[in-house]
T-cell receptor, first 110, second 114 residues
Framework: GQNIDQPTEMTATEGAIVQINCTYQTSGFNGLFWYQQHAGEAPTFLSYNVLDGLEEKGRFSSFLSRSKGYSYLLLKELQMKDSASYLCAVLDTGRRALTFGSGTRLQVQP | DTGVSQNPRHKITKRGQNVTFRCDPISEHNRLYWYRQTLGQGPEFLTYFQNEAQLEKSRLLSDRFSAERPKGSFSTLEIQRTEQGDSAMYLC????????????FGPGTRLLVL
């Protein structure tokens, strides 16, 4: 089975940097995804890591350490529109379905 | 807009009724997934198609649930004899396959069972 943990809620200030952590335990690993989800909307793809290291894409970066079962999503220059839930999801070896964490609700304050 | 569409967007039904949802994936994507999401939780996997073949089903998918993808394009998810516990957002996603694993989600169908 799989176990994915991420903080339930975080608060940050507009213009700041925030790091959202995700730890996972899986029987196999074929990649880790981050999705953004605004209230009442569908998840939107942010990043995909399959190898260790940092992937940067504009204001968003994602890091993966497979040996530690750990990932983080880094959001820079926070904007009010970044207030949303951020979902960490793991793709297990041999399967095609994603297993999601419960999500981290980020509140960006002025 | 990811290119994945779902209909209807909202459905209110009475307990015991049957409901059917439709998903149209991105046209060149051969993999299609159904997930269910309840408030405050991440999406939970229900079932997965590779072209028209249903290759995986979650234990969450009781015998009241059935899904089809008859021509390897759009898919339908039917829930028979709905229960209040079926109230949730039903999400469809598609991916290209062939080592392109990123799943793109549709807007979802929000089901309320009264």
């Amino acid at each position: 089975g799989q176990n994915i943990d991420q903080p339930t809620e975080m608060t940050a200030t507009e213009g700041a940097i925030v790091q959202i952590n995700c730890t996972y335990q899986t029987s196999g690993f074929n990649g880790l995804f981050w999705y953004q989800q605004h209230a009442g909307e569908a998840p939107t793809f942010l990043s995909y890591n399959v190898l260790d290291g940092l992937e940067e894409k504009g204001r968003f970066s994602s890091f993966l350490s497979r040996s530690k079962g750990y990932s983080y999503l880094l959001l820079k220059e926070l904007q009010m529109k970044d207030s949303a839930s951020y979902l960490c999801a793991v793709l297990d070896t041999g399967r095609r379905a994603l297993t999601f964490g419960s999500g981290t609700r980020l509140q960006v304050q002025p | 807009d990811t290119g994945v569409s779902q209909n209807p967007r909202h459905k209110i039904t009475k307990r015991g009724q049957n409901v059917t949802f439709r998903c149209d994936p991105i046209s060149e994507h051969n993999r299609l997934y159904w997930y269910r999401q309840t408030l405050g939780q991440g999406p939970e996997f229900l079932t997965y198609f590779q072209n028209e073949a249903q290759l995986e089903k979650s234990r969450l998918l009781s015998d009241r649930f059935s899904a089809e993808r008859p021509k390897g394009s759009f898919s339908t998810l039917e829930i028979q004899r709905t229960e209040q516990g079926d109230s949730a957002m039903y999400l469809c996603a598609s991916s290209l396959g062939q080592l392109q694993e990123t799943q793109y989600f549709g807007p979802g169908t929000r089901l309320l069972v009264l």
